[in-house]
């Protein structure tokens, strides 16, 4: 029951963000259903049911899952780490995802990756066009790059530019281990700074330039209340967030 409401879920969120309605194109795959852009007819999400073992996953029977495109190879990668998110089925597994809809994956980032995936395979165009401003969570590894120490020298500092996100958008940076928490609100206000950089551990294509506008205190959004109250479990790359969290960090 869970997956037919996920998959409802999906159809009603294309229709109303992107006036969309799914395609159903094969007779032999009848509840394999497809969205397409109106301008250049791609695809930029695919819903299939699946037999659980051809996505090498346990026990017996069919799953629905969600293909999406994600262009940033790093996001891609980062994305397949987390529990419900699969190499692309039958699909260019370089540029492609299956996200399983059993629940596995939170309604909200199923949402944001439907998202990436219009974006990544909408025209120049329509990449281009400003949408409304978005929330997101974004990473920071302190093993890497002391952020604390930047922002205590400067409120404008640049950033590792994080897939889909625009100028006018917030981020919320998260510290990872050993901090794990919440620690500071910023407006994004300059993207596709020119970059590139390269080591074991990250790549950086381009940059963006993020202004301070708050502190949080570092025990209040701790991984801990993240999984407890607001059903993140993961962020290792950038991502949206549930309403809830959202109210709760302005307040």
């Given at each position: 029951?869970?997956?037919?409401?996920?998959?409802?879920?999906?159809?009603?969120?294309?229709?109303?963000?992107?006036?969309?309605?799914?395609?159903?194109?094969?007779?032999?795959?009848?509840?394999?259903?497809?969205?397409?852009?109106?301008?250049?007819?791609?695809?930029?999400?695919?819903?299939?049911?699946?037999?659980?073992?051809?996505?090498?996953?346990?026990?017996?029977?069919?799953?629905?899952?969600?293909?999406?495109?994600?262009?940033?190879p790093v996001y891609h990668d980062a994305l397949l780490q987390q529990e419900g998110i699969l190499p692309g089925y039958h699909l260019n597994h370089g540029n492609w995802i299956?996200?399983?809809?059993?629940?596995?994956?939170?309604i909200e980032q199923v949402c944001d990756l439907i998202d990436a995936g219009y974006e990544a395979t909408a025209p120049a165009k329509k990449k281009r066009k400003i949408r409304p401003p978005k929330e997101w969570i974004i990473p920071a590894n302190p093993k890497f790059y002391d952020v604390?120490?930047?922002?205590?020298?400067?409120?404008?500092?640049?950033?590792?530019?994080?897939?889909?996100?625009?100028?006018?958008?917030?981020?919320?940076?998260?510290?990872?281990?050993?901090?794990?928490?919440?620690?500071?609100?910023?407006?994004?206000?300059?993207?596709?700074?020119?970059y590139a950089y390269r080591d074991d551990n990250l790549t950086i294509k381009a940059l963006m330039k993020i202004k301070l506008e708050k502190r949080y205190k570092p025990e209040r959004f701790t991984f801990e209340v993240l999984k407890e109250e607001y059903g993140i479990y993961a962020i290792r790359g950038p991502r949206g967030i549930p309403n809830s969290l959202s109210a709760a960090l302005k307040r």
């Open positions: 029951m869970m997956e037919i409401f996920l998959r409802q879920q999906v159809f009603d969120y294309v229709k109303k963000t992107f006036k969309s309605e799914p395609e159903y194109l094969w007779k032999r795959f009848p509840d394999y259903a497809v969205f397409r852009h109106k301008d250049n007819r791609k695809w930029f999400g695919i819903v299939m049911d699946i037999s659980r073992d051809k996505l090498g996953l346990d026990g017996s029977g069919l799953v629905d899952v969600l293909n999406v495109k994600i262009d940033d299956s996200i399983l809809l059993d629940g596995t994956v939170g604390e120490q930047a922002f205590e020298n400067s409120d404008e500092i640049d950033w590792k530019q994080g897939n889909g996100i625009k100028a006018g958008d917030t981020v919320y940076m998260y510290l990872a281990a050993p901090v794990s928490t919440i620690m500071y609100r910023c407006k994004v206000l300059e993207t596709d700074i020119p």
